[in-house]
T-cell receptor, first 116, second 110 residues
């Protein structure tokens, strides 16, 4: 079965600073990887996804993520954070086959606070 | 507009009562899911359905039940057997490897 770990529960950055949110996954084959963002009391919005091909993925709102198979990681980055980026971020892995196909497994989430 | 509707946004339940959360989608997706969200635990899968009249338990199905009588509807019942039902519940549907999430229902036990 697949699993996802987000090591950082809470990260605080200053507006304009760079950001990196960590995500490590466990899955026996090539995974489908996702990053979602959630504002308080709201549903999830997809930031970006990786299925195959170029390991550097561009998403919405200026976010990007890099798939590193050797490290089982899919870290999310943004070069300059805006106050509106404050939210909770979730990394997720989807199975590409087998009995877990169609299931999306989430990490614990990372809460991002942005100081002015 | 196509999407997923969850109602109500807030739901209150007395201890010992069953309560049903609604989830409707007009995206024509075969697969639908229910997730529970608790602070610091991310989203955990309760039940999922890949096709009408069929569903499977997820990772935390105890105390919950579902039905899938229509393609567009996947209601979740939180039974009195669920010992800690207070949480945020998210419904989703998918096609291929694209998931779509509803706005969520917050369930509070009084």
């Amino acid at each position: 079965a697949q699993s996802v770990t987000q090591p950082d529960i809470h990260i605080t950055v200053s507006e304009g600073a760079s950001l990196e949110l960590r995500c490590n996954y466990s899955y026996g084959a090539t995974p489908y990887l996702f990053w979602y963002v959630q504002s308080p009391g709201q549903g999830l919005q997809l930031l970006l996804k990786y299925f195959s091909g170029d390991t550097l993925v561009q998403g919405i709102k200026g976010f990007e993520a890099e798939f590193k198979r050797s490290q089982s990681s899919f870290n999310l980055r943004k070069p300059s954070v805006h106050w509106s980026d404050a939210a909770e971020y979730f990394c997720a892995v989807g199975a590409s086959g087998g009995t877990s196909y169609g299931k999306l497994t989430f990490g614990q989430g990372t809460i991002l606070t942005v100081h002015p | 507009d196509g999407g997923i509707t969850q109602s109500p946004k807030y739901l209150f339940r007395k201890e010992g009562q069953n309560v049903t959360l609604s989830c409707e989608q007009n995206l024509n997706h075969d697969a639908m899911y229910w997730y529970r969200q608790d602070p610091g635990q991310g989203l955990r899968l309760i039940y999922y359905s890949q096709i009408v009249n069929d569903f499977q338990k997820g990772d935390i199905a105890e105390g919950y039940s579902v039905s899938r009588e229509k393609k567009e509807s996947f209601p979740l019942t939180v039974t009195s057997a669920q010992k800690n039902p207070t949480a945020f519940y998210l419904c989703a549907s998918s096609i291929g490897q694209s998931w779509y999430f509803g706005p969520g229902t917050r369930l509070l036990v009084l």
